[in-house]
């Protein structure tokens, strides 16, 4: 059995101690330590990282009892040096411990109860048993922050299961052994392993970035101490641009963003209908050019155009307006980056228009399809549009 050190004292840092057993985990290698002051991943919080003399600790995990610290290099025999890293044992205090008074702060003001919590990398969530309004998440917020300013110490003591729950403490389902219970004064007591500051005031501040449903109850997202000015920064970086973008000052980013997306939605639906009379104008034009090169009497107009950077959906809605107005054969094409082609013909012609559209695509390097009297498709050598138009074109005319 390991000595856990920062069991009772979560400041220290440095440490000597035995190796008592060489193991592998994972494909490295690992050892058991007859004392430590590693955190091993438990109840939501993650490892500690540091060194054991030369090699890195990589992970700190609890397997069957025995306490594996997981390392980037064999280690030598003999005593050695522990170094937990300051700055993530820090950061894991400050966010462990506030998540403990915002999880109090909510079973103040909104009776919710926590059933999960994660310390992430970025952020830290814990899941509340139901919905919160957010009036609730404002006050829990602010109750919670009124306990970290109030410097109140954060105690730790070892208690029975009895005791415990005399002290008003819920120990875990079916531990019958001694509960360690965190104690922020006059304010929260929980069952807890997990490493804590001596005072609230190390957690510097408590601020919701996010709140979402979650099984019937909320996920609130939240970071703590140093991490909040980080989420603020972000968020202001965020801001200024938008300001920018938007040349309203801060106050007006609401109001300005909600009508630029209104104006926006009304100009879209301007340039539809301009789109669509634009559409009807061109397949007139298109058609009496077509009837124009084709002699009298010699059938249905086989119209053929082609344009730069439409979209395929554009061309569909030309061709089907063509073949609405006339009997006709349309093969219309777009280049851009990529060629598009559209066929269709008046129903009761007789052209094989997925036939037509195969060939022309495969000179295009591409695929489409379809059936019956409208076909689409696409390749990435818009360099042959005309000439693939041209070929359909000549196959439709001598079919007519
Ligand atoms: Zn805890």
């Known amino acids: 059995m390991t000595d856990i050190l920062h069991l009772q004292d979560p400041y220290l840092l440095e440490f000597e101690a035995r190796v008592v057993a060489r193991r592998e985990h994972e494909g490295r290698p690992a050892v058991v330590l007859d004392r430590s002051a590693f955190y091993a991943a438990s109840g939501g919080q993650p490892w500690d990282t540091g060194s054991l003399g030369d090699a890195r600790v990589v992970a700190v995990v609890d ?44 079973a103040e003001v909104a009776a919710a109860r926590t059933v999960g919590f994660h310390l992430g990398a970025e952020v830290t969530t814990i899941d509340l048993d139901r919905p919160v309004s957010a009036g609730q998440i404002q006050a829990a917020e602010t109750r919670a922050n009124e306990v970290v300013w109030e410097a109140r110490p954060v105690t730790v003591r070892t208690v029975s299961p009895a005791e415990a729950r005399d002290l008003g403490a819920t120990p875990p389902d079916g531990v019958e052994a001694a509960v360690r219970l965190v104690e922020a004064e006059g304010f929260d007591r929980q069952p807890c392993g997990g490493t804590h500051p001596r005072s609230t005031a190390e957690v510097g501040v408590i601020v919701i970035t996010a709140t979402e449903k979650y099984k019937g109850g909320t996920r609130v997202t939240f970071v703590c101490g140093h991490r909040a000015l980080g989420a603020i920064a972000m968020r202001r970086a965020i801001l200024d641009r938008l300001v920018s973008v938007l040349s309203a000052p801060l106050e007006d ?42 002699l009298s ?43 598009h082609l559209v066929f269709a013909q008046t129903e009761g012609l007789p052209h094989d228009i997925p036939g037509l559209l195969r060939t022309a695509v495969t000179a295009l390097g591409g695929r489409g399809g379809g059936k019956g009297n409208v076909a689409q498709g696409g390749g990435d050598r818009p360099e042959k549009l005309d000439d693939a138009l041209h070929r359909a074109a000549e196959a439709a005319r001598s079919r007519a």
């Open 297 to 339: 009497g010699s059938g249905p107009a086989v119209v053929v155009a082609s344009y730069d950077g439409w979209p395929a959906g554009d061309l569909r809605v030309l061709a089907l307006k063509l073949v609405d107005l006339a009997p006709c054969v349309a093969l219309l094409g777009s280049r851009g980056d990529k060629a």
């Open 63 to 106: 397997e069957t009892g025995e306490v594996l610290h997981v390392l980037d290099r064999p280690l030598p025999e003999g005593p050695v040096q522990g170094r937990v890293d300051a700055d993530r044992r820090r950061d894991h205090r400050q966010q462990h411990h506030g998540q403990h008074l915002l999880s109090q702060a909510f």
């Open 253 to 294: 980013l609401p109001a300005v963003a909600e009508k630029t997306k209104d104006d926006l939605i009304e100009s879209e639906r301007r340039g539809r209908g301009l789109l669509e009379r634009a559409l009807d104008g061109e397949a007139r034009r298109l058609l009496s050019e077509a009837r124009g090169e084709a």
